[in-house]
């Protein structure tokens, strides 16, 4: 975690750990092939905060939401950057908890759309069991 406090608005970020692919081939050192970290960020005033870019999995959400809970910040806000699903997925599981509202632009609704229909084909392949259900209705 890094944090910039020195003005009234500061930032902390929560690197999630890289997660094993489900089905896929181990590297060629025998290593399990993982899925990159994923950099979720919150941007907080005296008070309050955004979350940007939830993580992927249940899991890490559990992680994120406990670290922002720790911030001792009211989170109003989480943002997505764009429709990946390892930058909403979880989204709706912390704004639940939070009472947070999502936001993203236009441009990310439709690619969340594309990404809602690959779910099936590629995310609960990949992550079996470990992702949230999310809105069809994301716009």
């Known amino acids: 975690m ?20 489900n089905g896929t081939e181990s590297l060629p050192n025998g290593q399990p092939r ?4 994923i950099a979720v960020t919150l941007i907080h005033g005296r008070r309050d905060a955004v979350l940007v870019d939830p993580p992927l999995t249940r ?6 939401g406990d670290w922002v ?4 910040k009211r989170l109003t806000h989480i943002a997505a ?8 997925f ?8 939070f009472g947070a509202q999502v936001v993203t632009s236009a441009g990310a609704i439709a690619q969340m759309h594309n990404n809602v229909y690959a779910r099936e084909v590629l995310w609960h392949v990949l992550w079996p ?7 069809r209705d994301v716009a």
């Open 2 to 21: 890094s944090t910039n406090t020195s003005t009234a608005i500061g930032y902390d970020v929560f690197v999630a750990d890289p997660q094993p692919m």
């Open 34 to 37: 993982v899925f990159q970290p």
């Open 59 to 64: 899991e890490q959400a559990e992680k994120v």
């Open 69 to 72: 809970e720790a911030s001792g």
């Open 81 to 88: 950057t764009h429709g990946h699903g390892d930058h909403w």
């Open 90 to 97: 979880t989204a709706a599981v912390l704004a639940e908890r």
């Open 129 to 135: 069991n470990q992702i949230p259900p999310s809105p």
